[in-house]
């Protein structure tokens, strides 16, 4: 099966490209009703609240090709390369470009113990009751036509189970390339973690095609009892990709989820963040990053939602933004009648560099329980003159001093990150950046 426009497919094509793959029933059904749901829906507007600040109107994504059922899938996979030497210690890797995976490697140990990480397609029926168990279970088809459109031609993803009592200390790592022009992706990441167990995850995207394209990234995170996971995040796309991606993390009893995510890429990129914190003592610490230039735009929406008692959730959004790029970071916390002693907090700060960079923030609450702790705050503001004219008195050029104060906003976050080989990725990638507009500015 060739790749396809959104606009040319239907629901005939679904079916085909379901039975192709040799999924179970249920996928299919999952997929012609999805689809149902996109074509009865609209895309979000700047009417909608959730989306007031970013217009999606130059996406048009019904021209875009589905890599759906690709051919010939490109052999330049040399970042992903790149990726396996900079982290040395693994328990399992797989690499992905255009939607199909070219490389696994899975430790025999790590198999022994009953862990699965696969492609979930190759998944569907071996692993079909986990997988059946879970798969779109925080993200529902119906909420908007981009989450329809996800669930009925999602083309590539992978599942990571952990059984109950395992613990894993090296990293599982997933790499997301693509390299087609003009093509629409769709990946979902599913991991299901046992009662009692730990793991650290990592997914990675990056694009090498100076061309306009989609991404749909969806992650469901399930987490048993007393279990934690350590995921991380990284996003590099190139400047003309667009990204919509949703994470959400729901919790059991006692459970721990430590989230950390860079967006360092992209045209435009949407990210939903969502904590669930369901059963009493569970917690999730979710901290992002985000890094805008040239004319960029990045929507962080960051939500927690408390239904136990003796629950917390610390969100935190940093972000530096450059040249005309635009941001905005809007998160809610949520705490119900149930959720007594509940500690949440969260908190928005984005640094300006150009007096041409805009930047929204708008943190709110919704509470429906007296003993509990929540606080939000938000800040936007400009390098401080005072900081400026310290270091430049210290014998620094501007320049250099405004990279040492981006250096040290983001700094206190980038430093607890798990992985070594990401945090030092992120500095790396953050340096590069400011350095590069910094030339740039000497040069005019």
């Known amino acids: 099966m060739l790749p396809r426009k959104i606009h040319d497919i239907d629901e005939d094509f679904i079916e085909n490209f379901s039975k192709s793959r040799k999924e179970p029933g249920w996928m299919l059904k999952t997929r012609v009703k999805a689809w149902k749901e996109f074509i009865n829906k609209t895309f979000p507007t700047m009417r909608e609240e959730e989306w007031r600040y970013t217009d999606i109107k130059k996406l048009n994504i019904n021209d875009l090709k589905s890599l759906i059922g690709k051919e010939n899938i490109s052999k330049d996979v040399k970042l992903l390369e790149d990726t396996e030497k900079q982290i040395d210690l693994t328990s399992g890797i797989i690499d992905t470009c255009d939607m199909e995976m070219v490389n696994r490697n899975v430790e025999k140990e790590i198999i022994e113990l009953g862990v699965i990480f696969n492609d979930l397609s190759e998944e569907l029926n071996t692993a079909s009751k986990i997988v059946k168990d879970n798969f779109m279970t925080t993200i529902k088809d119906n909420e908007n036509k981009f989450t329809a459109l996800h669930s009925a031609i999602w083309n590539q993803g992978i599942i990571l189970y952990i059984p109950p009592n395992v613990h894993i200390k090296n990293p599982f790592v997933y790499n997301i390339q693509t390299n087609t022009p003009e093509s629409a992706a769709f990946t979902h990441i599913l ?206 050029e501007e320049k250099d001093a405004e990279t040492l104060i981006v250096d040290g906003f983001y700094e206190g976050m980038i430093k607890q990150i798990t992985i070594e080989e990401v945090k030092n990725r992120v500095r790396k990638v953050i340096s590069e950046r400011v350095a590069r507009q910094n030339k740039i500015d000497k040069n005019m």
């Open 191 to 396: 991991i299901v973690m046992g009662d009692n167990s730990s793991a650290t995850f990592l997914d990675r995207s990056t694009s090498i095609k100076q061309e306009t394209g989609f991404h749909s990234g969806f992650t469901e995170i399930i987490l048993g009892r007393g279990s934690h996971l350590k995921y991380s995040s990284l996003q590099e796309w190139d400047t003309n990709m667009y990204d919509i991606s949703i994470k959400r993390i729901k919790t059991e009893r006692d459970s721990n989820a430590d989230i950390k995510i860079a967006t360092l890429g992209g045209k435009m990129s949407r990210l939903e963040i969502e904590g669930f914190m369901e059963a009493e003592g569970s917690n999730c610490n979710i901290q992002c990053i985000f890094f805008g230039d040239q004319d960029r735009h990045i929507d962080v929406l960051t939500n927690s939602h408390h239904y136990a008692p003796h629950t917390s959730c610390d969100i935190t959004v940093k972000g530096v933004l450059r040249d005309t790029a635009s941001s905005i970071a809007q998160g809610m916390i949520k705490i119900s009648k149930d959720g007594k002693q509940t500690n949440s907090k969260l908190t928005q700060n984005t640094l300006l560099l150009s007096p041409t960079a805009r930047a929204n923030a708008k943190p709110d609450l919704e509470i429906d329980q007296n003993e509990v702790i929540a606080a939000h705050s938000a800040t936007v503001s400009r390098v401080d003159r005072d900081q400026l004219f310290y270091l430049m008195s210290r014998g620094l």
